[in-house]
């Protein structure tokens, strides 16, 4: 039995330790978004009274996070979620006026050019960003000098220099895991478009230890069956993998262009 106190880091996670663990089991999508949005942290800037985007944001525990900790104004884009939902849970967290629940396809985002200071993507843009044209599309919504950054599903080699995806990978995640890639991938993905200069793009470390570690609490104290089932699905698969391929990356770019 995993306690839920094992989710309380402190020392590695200090802002994310002050959320209420069984609220972030509830709000379970994926692996902790507050501690990928920590660490993602060290990387970017957040000032208060910014406009972030922050996309595909599921039930807005990152958004909430934002606005709680950085003083910024969110955009909590979301596509699978109904906007209302994520509103009522803005206003329970009393950021009801600092963070605008918004329900949209990444293609299709209701935004003006040049609206936001940044974007941020946690365990989402892989759906939709690794389509060589997307980055174009997106980046029209950030201002010159603005700031882009993401936490995905990554590996330590590219699937096609193992020659195709093992079998752990393929039962953990399905055919899926080839929307993975490294952070080498993404950080030559997104320079040879020309559109950002890539501030870091990075591994974490021991990323899967973080990510088995939420499974087995959400697969303890979910509420919902689902997510029961499906974080008991990929204890296998990090067990078995043990961090020789799977993290998440961390990547943060700038939008070419000054800043005003
Ligand atoms: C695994 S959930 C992660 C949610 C949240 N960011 C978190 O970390 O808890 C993946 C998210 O990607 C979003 N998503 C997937 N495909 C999308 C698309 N085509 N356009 C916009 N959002 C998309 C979904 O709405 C979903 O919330």
Same mark, same amino acid.
């Given at each position: 039995?995993?306690?839920?106190?094992?989710?309380?880091?402190?020392?590695?996670?200090? @802002?994310?330790?002050?959320?209420?663990?069984?609220?972030?089991?509830?709000?379970?999508?994926? *692996?902790?978004?507050?501690?990928?949005?920590?660490?993602?942290?060290?990387? $970017?800037?957040?000032?208060?009274?910014?406009?972030?985007?922050?996309?595909? $944001?599921?039930?807005?525990?990152?958004?909430?996070?934002?606005?709680?900790?950085? &003083?910024?104004?969110?955009?909590?884009?979301?596509?699978?979620?109904?906007?209302?939902?994520?509103?009522?849970?803005?206003? @329970?967290?009393?950021? &009801?006026?600092?963070? +605008?629940?918004?329900?949209?396809?990444? +293609? !299709?985002?209701?935004?003006?050019?040049?609206?936001? /200071?940044?974007?941020?993507?946690?365990?989402?843009? +892989?759906?939709?960003?690794?389509? !060589?044209?997307?980055?174009?599309?997106?980046?029209?919504?950030?201002? *010159?000098?603005?700031?882009?950054?993401?936490?995905?599903?990554?590996?330590?080699?590219?699937?096609?220099?193992? &020659?195709?995806?093992?079998? +752990?990978? @393929?039962?953990?995640? &399905?055919?899926?895991?080839?929307?993975?890639?490294?952070?080498?991938?993404?950080?030559?993905?997104?320079?040879?478009?020309?559109?950002?200069?890539?501030?870091?793009?990075?591994?974490?470390?021991?990323?899967?230890?973080?990510?088995?570690?939420? $499974?087995?609490? $959400?697969?303890?104290?979910?509420?919902?069956?689902?997510?029961?089932?499906?974080?008991?699905?990929?204890?296998?698969?990090? /067990?078995?993998? @043990?961090?020789?391929?799977?993290?998440?990356?961390?990547?943060?770019?700038?939008?070419?262009?000054?800043?005003?």
């Amino acid at each position: 039995m995993t306690s839920l106190d094992a989710l309380v880091m402190p020392d590695k996670y200090p @802002r994310a330790a002050t959320y209420d663990p069984q609220w972030m089991v509830d709000n379970c999508m994926g *692996p902790n978004p507050l501690w990928l949005l920590e660490d993602l942290s060290r990387d $970017c800037t957040f000032r208060p009274g910014m406009k972030v985007l922050d996309l595909g $944001c599921g039930t807005g525990m990152t958004s909430i996070f934002l606005a709680r900790e950085y &003083g910024v104004e969110v955009w909590a884009s979301e596509l699978w979620l109904p906007a209302e939902d994520n509103a009522a849970r803005f206003a @329970r967290a009393g950021v &009801g006026d600092q963070v +605008h629940a918004v329900r949209a396809e990444a +293609h !299709d985002l209701p935004f003006e050019p040049e609206q936001f /200071d940044a974007v941020l993507s946690v365990d989402s843009y +892989h759906y939709f960003g690794t389509d !060589d044209l997307y980055l174009g599309y997106l980046s029209r919504f950030l201002k *010159p000098g603005g700031q882009l950054s993401i936490a995905v599903p990554s590996l330590h080699r590219e699937l096609r220099e193992l &020659g195709g995806a093992p079998a +752990h990978l @393929r039962t953990g995640a &399905g055919w899926e895991v080839l929307a993975f890639h490294t952070p080498e991938w993404w950080r030559f993905e997104w320079e040879q478009t020309g559109l950002v200069e890539v501030i870091a793009s990075r591994a974490q470390s021991d990323g899967w230890l973080d990510w088995k570690l939420w $499974c087995e609490v $959400c697969a303890e104290h979910s509420p919902d069956e689902l997510v029961r089932q499906h974080s008991r699905a990929e204890i296998p698969m990090l /067990d078995t993998d @043990r961090g020789e391929l799977l993290t998440f990356a961390l990547v943060t770019g700038r939008k070419n262009g000054s800043a005003e």
